[in-house]
């Protein structure tokens, strides 16, 4: 009910009827549980956006621990890109370098920490070239048909860090 007055009648001794007002508490409990439903609702969408929040947060946390290393992984390519080149040449039969046990450790277990660390390489086969994960050097005129548009050649391996690429694969490919 709204904000009415009621008129009761009142008989006093005389037999004489008194209008008396009296106010209605309906209209105030209306008002009062409109304003419980609008603060509760503001409560629910600040829980809401609270809860949003803490879930943000911990999931940029996760992923700030997961790519902590990764500037320092990165300055640490090069130096396996060495040790792969030293590899290579050393595996030639033609070389008159070898790669000594104690290097070969060395390798095996720098390879080993990164992988741990969720360093993983770009397999790069004969493939057909993506420019999402491959850097393209140069082209080179190929016969076969089938080549072209294919990797050739690689230059430079590409490296994922927890399937984020932190560096691509520099490759030639056939034209």
């Given at each position: 009910m709204s904000k009415k007055k009621k008129l009761a009648d009142k008989s006093d001794k005389n037999g004489t009827q008194d209008q008396v007002e009296t106010k209605?508490?309906?209209g105030?409990?209306?008002e009062d549980t409109n304003e419980v439903s609008e603060l509760k609702d503001k409560y629910l969408r600040l829980f809401a956006e609270f809860d949003n929040y803490k879930k943000r947060t911990a999931r940029e946390r996760?992923?700030?621990?997961?790519t902590a290393s990764e500037d320092l992984v990165v300055r640490l390519l090069p130096v396996l890109d060495d040790f792969d080149r030293a590899k290579k040449n050393a595996d030639d039969p033609t070389s008159a370098e070898t790669f000594s046990e104690g290097v070969s450790l060395?390798?095996?277990k720098l390879n080993q920490i990164l992988e741990s660390k969720g360093l993983k390489a770009m397999d790069i086969g004969?493939?057909?070239f993506d420019p999402e994960l491959h850097e393209a050097i140069t082209k080179v005129p190929v016969k076969d048909e089938k080549?072209?548009?294919k990797i050739i050649d690689h230059i430079e391996k590409g490296y994922f860090l927890n399937d984020k690429i932190i560096r691509h694969a520099k490759v030639v490919i056939g034209e």
């Amino acid at each position: 009910m709204s904000k009415k007055k009621k008129l009761a009648d009142k008989s006093d001794k005389n037999g004489t009827q008194d209008q008396v007002e009296t106010k209605s508490t309906d209209g105030a409990n209306s008002e009062d549980t409109n304003e419980v439903s609008e603060l509760k609702d503001k409560y629910l969408r600040l829980f809401a956006e609270f809860d949003n929040y803490k879930k943000r947060t911990a999931r940029e946390r996760l992923d700030l621990i997961r790519t902590a290393s990764e500037d320092l992984v990165v300055r640490l390519l090069p130096v396996l890109d060495d040790f792969d080149r030293a590899k290579k040449n050393a595996d030639d039969p033609t070389s008159a370098e070898t790669f000594s046990e104690g290097v070969s450790l060395v390798y095996q277990k720098l390879n080993q920490i990164l992988e741990s660390k969720g360093l993983k390489a770009m397999d790069i086969g004969e493939t057909e070239f993506d420019p999402e994960l491959h850097e393209a050097i140069t082209k080179v005129p190929v016969k076969d048909e089938k080549m072209k548009n294919k990797i050739i050649d690689h230059i430079e391996k590409g490296y994922f860090l927890n399937d984020k690429i932190i560096r691509h694969a520099k490759v030639v490919i056939g034209e």
